[in-house]
T-cell receptor, first 114, second 114 residues
Framework: GAVVSQHPSWVICKSGTSVKIECRSLDFQATTMFWYRQFPKQSLMLMATSNEGSKATYEQGVEKDKFLINHASLTLSTLTVTSAHPEDSSFYIC??????????FGPGTRLLVL | GNSVTQMEGPVTLSEEAFLTINCTYTATGYPSLFWYVQYPGEGLQLLLKATKADDKGSNKGFEATYRKETTSFHLEKGSVQVSDSAVYFCALEGPTSNTGKLIFGQGTTLQVKP
């Protein structure tokens, strides 16, 4: 079946640094990808929709200057957490729909900001 | 706004026991409803879905019926196996249909013991 990968699977960084997370669709093209954030024992919260060839659309309350999204190609979207702080520590998950009715999720990236 | 509420876990069952994980939703209109499963170390996978009232989604022995009158989409399985141990997420597509955006419940961890 279709696979979505994320890299890295986990990252530890110092406060104030920036971290880039990649999301790739391995065997299909995706003009749209989604980025979610999950806190421990809580649900996944949609952060933004990544659009190939145009700007990302952010959900209410998500800082677009904090979470930079670039949909570089039909198989790659990146999320950059800029000037990361401990409160940004979380589990970040991307998804990509190869069609209208299906979505495939990446395995997630765990970010710990010290 | 739209929301999804799942029963809190963890749920611990013996092999071959009957499983029910409750899910209720709040939504305007009639969104598509989903159950996703996340096995350890893997991304979320679609387990089943229902797109309109009274629809029954089924897969791998799991079933869920879209109940408009009770705004529920409870997940059931008649006889669980150890391999069913995972985190289960109820979700709806919203706030509007065919956007690909999903609103998730908080997830329910299922542990099946031999």
């Amino acid at each position: 079946g279709a696979v979505v990968s994320q890299h890295p699977s986990w990252v530890i960084c110092k406060s104030g640094t920036s971290v880039k997370i990649e999301c790739r669709s391995l065997d299909f093209q995706a003009t749209t990808m989604f980025w979610y954030r999950q806190f421990p024992k809580q649900s996944l919260m949609l952060m933004a929709t990544s659009n190939e060839g145009s700007k990302a659309t952010y959900e209410q309350g998500v800082e677009k200057d904090k979470f930079l999204i670039n949909h570089a190609s039909l198989t790659l979207s990146t999320l950059t957490v800029t000037s990361a702080h401990p409160e940004d520590s979380s589990f970040y998950i991307c998804s990509a729909p190869p069609g209208q009715e299906t979505q495939y999720f990446g395995p997630g990236t765990r970010l710990l900001v010290l | 706004g739209n929301s999804v509420t799942q029963m809190e876990g963890p749920v611990t069952l013996s092999e071959e026991a009957f499983l029910t994980i409750n899910c209720t939703y709040t939504a305007t209109g009639y969104p598509s409803l989903f159950w996703y499963v996340q096995y350890p170390g893997e991304g979320l996978q679609l387990l089943l879905k229902a797109t309109k009232a009274d629809d029954k989604g089924s897969n791998k022995g799991f079933e869920a019926t879209y109940r408009k009158e009770t705004t529920s989409f409870h997940l059931e399985k008649g006889s669980v196996q150890v391999s069913d141990s995972a985190v289960y997420f109820c979700a709806l597509e919203g706030p509007t249909s065919n956007t690909g955006k999903l609103i998730f419940g908080q997830g329910t961890t299922l542990q099946v013991k031999p």
